[in-house]
């Protein structure tokens, strides 16, 4: 455990290191003597649904097809030829990877990728830190909602959901639906990941500044995972406009920063050379921020007791440290009373769709160039300080938790049954 905190707030560090996810393609062979499938479904394929998908970072499977499809760099370059709206928002994550792989910072690449998109007809290019802000926001006030129900100012003990767990890990929250049952999702986080607070913001409210209907809009992110192509085809990020409209979603398609890279080749562009245009500004990791927000949150109420540790967070990166943590949830014997769990190992910045390393660079060495990188990058301040989000709670949201705020940042999960089973149940 790590000791880089106070006496009397302490974080641990359960991360561990392996090398990044390679792509892969998963084919489903027969292996061993299997049963003869009735006659009239011998010829007929099985058909596998994307909610089969355990979402693992970096496997693509066949079932997977069509989605990728519409969430390509082929689908990004259609719907600007079509002259969509089309507005990219650009993860730190992503921008780190490029600017190790091009000698760059990160401001530099962002200023650089913004002339280029602009270039090929994007109206607008937001920074997803904003966003990190606003679901840090929400987070730190569904965290103290759930510590004060759990520890009542009578100090009488009652029944509640911690430890809190992080859900910005589309890999994590698929691998909880689908494998661990109903009795880990109560202590996952509502807030949605900072992909799905931009584009609830970039569709409900900031379309009115750019003066484009919701539906006009084509809402493009760049992410350092596959994974966050599957989040953002959940169905539980797509809404109505009206009572007769058509369906929205908050984001339509994903690109990788690999995909992004694979342009940059693709337009013949030497992006290290290319000029630099100011960048579009939106109206350190969860566990960390939210820990420094909390001990201000706090500072009112008496959280040190004889010396005694109150609050315990802990960075849970991988799926081996993954599965010993549930174990202890499911046991009861979880200190902890935060949770930032991420299926890779050293979290999003080693994602299944980074740029891969270079020939004769290991992959830890590139792993500390991305964490140096990303900690130029992204500046740990106060999320409730940020002008830009104070504006968007202001003109929009409220107040943190609030009605509107609940309606548009949050989510529920909820256990999903495989739909194979019931393709495979003759077989």
Same mark, same amino acid.
């Given at each position: ?288 921020? &939210? ?49 930032? /769990? ?24 590139? /792993?500390? &160039? ?21 504006? &968007? ?10 009605? /509107? ?18 393709? &495979?149940?003759?077989?």
């Amino acid at each position: 455990m790590s000791e880089k905190f106070s006496a009397t707030l302490r974080i641990g560090d359960l991360n561990d290191y392996i090398a990044p996810s390679q792509g892969c393609v998963i084919k489903a062979e027969n292996v061993g003597k299997a049963r003869t499938a009735p006659k009239a479904a011998q010829n007929e394929p099985v058909k596998i649904s994307l909610k089969d998908c355990l979402a693992c970072s970096g496997c693509i499977t066949s079932a997977e097809t069509v989605m990728l499809e519409k969430q390509s760099l082929d689908e990004f370059l259609s719907n600007l030829n079509k002259g969509k709206a089309v507005v990219v928002s650009l993860s730190p994550q992503s921008r780190a990877s490029l600017a190790v792989h091009f000698g760059l910072s990160p401001l530099q690449v962002f200023r650089k990728l913004t002339t280029l998109l602009k270039s090929l007809g994007v109206k607008a290019i937001f920074d997803t830190s904003s966003s990190r802000d606003l679901t840090l926001i929400e987070s730190c006030n569904e965290f103290i909602a759930r510590y004060k129900e759990k520890y009542p100012a009578d100090d009488e003990k009652s029944k509640s959901s911690l430890p809190m767990i992080s859900s910005a890990c589309p890999g994590w929250i698929c691998y909880a639906e689908k494998t661990l049952g109903s009795y880990i999702l109560p202590y996952i986080s509502s807030v949605k990941s900072p992909q799905q607070t931009i584009g609830a913001a970039i569709k409900n409210h900031l379309c009115e500044e750019l003066c484009i209907r919701p539906e006009e809009i084509y809402h493009v992110t760049v992410m350092p995972c596959y994974d966050k192509k599957l989040e953002a085809a959940r169905d539980d990020f797509v809404f109505q406009v009206d009572s007769d409209g058509e369906k929205v979603t908050e984001v339509d398609s994903v690109l990788t920063t690999g995909e992004v890279l694979d342009l940059i080749q693709m337009k013949s562009v030497d992006f290290t050379t290319l000029e630099e245009s100011p960048v579009d500004k939106l109206s350190g990791g969860y566990a960390d921020t &939210l820990f420094d927000m909390l001990q201000r949150c706090f500072s009112g109420r008496k959280l040190k007791v004889d010396g005694k540790i109150v609050l315990r967070f802990a960075l849970c990166y991988g799926f081996r440290n993954l599965r010993n943590i549930v174990t202890k949830i499911k046991s009861g014997k979880c200190e902890y009373h935060f949770l930032e /769990i991420m299926a890779c190992p050293s979290g999003c910045l080693n994602g299944g769709g980074q740029i891969k390393p270079n020939p004769g660079q290991s992959a830890k060495d590139l /792993i500390q &160039l991305l964490e140096t990188s990303y900690s130029e990058n992204v500046l740990v301040a106060d999320p409730f300080e940020n002008p830009r989000i104070k504006r &968007l709670y202001n003109e929009w949201l409220g107040q943190p938790g609030s009605d /509107i705020a609940k309606r548009y940042l949050h989510t529920e999960y909820h256990p999903v049954v495989k739909s194979i089973s019931s393709q &495979l149940q003759n077989w």
